[in-house]
Every structure is written in structure tokens, then in C-alpha cells.
């Protein structure tokens, strides 16, 4: 079965520091979203993105986020100047069209994001 | 705006015991709802999805959940645990509109199944 796939699965950064994370969705799908988990807490939404441009972001997803689709496979997660508090587990998800607007977002397994 | 309650962060049960998650939403219409499973270290995998069709909802490993209106409750129940079904299990609902919309999680529940 088609699989989110997302690298790398542990990043350690200094704070400060750019991060960029990959995740490559499923072939066929088109939405996009980033979600991320801090440590005992809830999953939280970043951001979603369809058409090459972001449909919906939250409050989370401050200047300092930016999410891109350089190719036809890769999606990208930005953080320009890592906070402490940008420590967690980040999800990549992508769902597809074909079904109606009801169809589950698939999930990769994670990157665990440490900022030092 | 939407929100999801999980009632419980741990619970646990003996193995071959019935699981029962609590799920209470909120929502102006009922939306699509969806129970999410989450292994150590892990992504989180679909286990079933409500979208209006049938208010039982059949999923994978033998779990299943009710959609029920009056209560804003999707309950996940599963009539016998397995030591295999030791795991996160979060709830999250969708709001009907967009392709594009997001998912809004609970908190989650810890799911320890005792042998």
C-alpha cells in the first residue's frame, strides 16, 4: 500500500538554525497538510496546501514556518530560526480527491524535530 | 469551531476484556469523523472514518465505532483486547467543506492492555 514518507526521522538543530524537513505524499494525492505533536500534548495543524499554494494555516504557522512543493514528489516543511519550543514530532499527511472531500489524510511517521 | 474531547488519557484493560474510548465532539453539523491509531514510535494509522454513510462504522483489528447524533459521541469499542492493541488512539473530526480542510485531533488515550 502507497505510503507518506517522511525524512529524516530525528533532526537535532541548534537554536537558531534553519530545518528542513521532507516528506514525499502519496503519488496520486493533491492536499497536503503539516501537523506536529508536541511531547503529551494533542496533534496540532500547521498548515495545508493544494494547487501549489497554502489553502489554510494556523496560528502555529508564523513567519518563521514556510512549506514548498519544489518538485512533482517532494513536500517541504521550513523553520527559518529554530525556537526551543519548535521541539515535537511533525507529521506529513496527504489525502486524495477522488471519493469526494471525505477521504482520510494518510500520515507519515514522523520527524522528531530537537532543538538544543 | 470545531473540538474533539477524549475522555480518559490511560485506560486499561486485561487482555480478551472489551475497549471502550470515549469521543465526544463538537460541531455545528456533524461532521466527518475519524479514530486514528498511533504505535511507538510511529505515524498515526487510519483505523475508521464516519462520513455520513452507516453510524456503525467497521474498522481494521476488529474495532468499530457509533456515530451517534443526539450525543455528539463516536465511541470506539473493539469486543476483546489483544496485547497488539496496546497504543495511542486518537479521535478528530473534519469539518464538511473543502478538500483541503483540517483535521482537529483530540488529546489522545493510552491504550495498556494487561495480560
Known amino acids: 500500500e502507497p505510503e507518506v514518507t517522511q525524512t529524516p526521522s530525528h533532526q537535532v538543530t541548534q537554536m537558531g538554525q534553519e530545518v528542513i524537513l521532507r516528506c514525499v505524499p502519496i503519488s496520486n494525492h493533491l492536499y497536503f497538510y503539516w501537523y506536529r505533536q508536541i511531547l503529551g500534548q494533542k496533534v496540532e495543524f500547521l498548515v495545508s496546501f493544494y494547487n501549489n499554494e497554502i489553502s489554510e494555516k494556523s496560528e502555529i504557522f508564523d513567519d518563521q514556518f514556510s512549506v514548498e512543493r519544489p518538485d512533482g514528489s517532494n513536500f517541504t516543511l521550513k523553520i527559518r530560526s529554530t525556537k526551543l519550543e519548535d521541539s515535537a514530532m511533525y507529521f506529513c499527511a496527504s489525502k486524495g480527491v477522488r471519493g469526494g472531500n471525505n477521504q482520510p489524510q494518510h500520515f507519515g511517521d514522523g520527524t522528531r524535530l530537537s532543538i538544543l | ?115
Not at chain 2, 468499530?64 to 455528539?72: Q, Y
Not at chain 2, 497488539?84 to 488529546?107: H, R
Request: aromatic share 12%; proline share 4%.
Open chain 2, 1 to 115: 469551531a470545531q473540538s474533539v474531547t477524549q475522555l480518559g488519557s490511560h485506560v486499561s484493560v486485561s487482555e480478551g476484556a472489551l475497549v471502550l474510548l470515549r469521543c465526544n465532539y463538537s460541531s455545528s453539523v456533524p461532521p466527518y469523523l475519524f479514530w486514528y491509531v498511533q504505535y511507538p514510535n510511529q505515524g498515526l494509522q487510519l483505523l475508521l472514518k464516519y462520513t455520513s454513510a452507516a453510524t456503525l462504522v467497521k474498522g481494521i483489528n476488529g474495532f468499530e465505532a457509533e456515530f451517534k447524533k443526539s450525543e455528539t459521541s463516536f465511541h470506539l469499542t473493539k469486543p476483546s483486547a489483544h496485547m497488539s492493541d496496546a497504543a495511542e488512539y486518537f479521535c478528530a473530526v473534519m469539518a464538511l467543506g473543502e478538500g483541503n480542510t483540517p483535521l482537529v485531533f483530540g488529546k489522545g488515550t493510552r491504550l495498556s492492555v494487561i495480560a
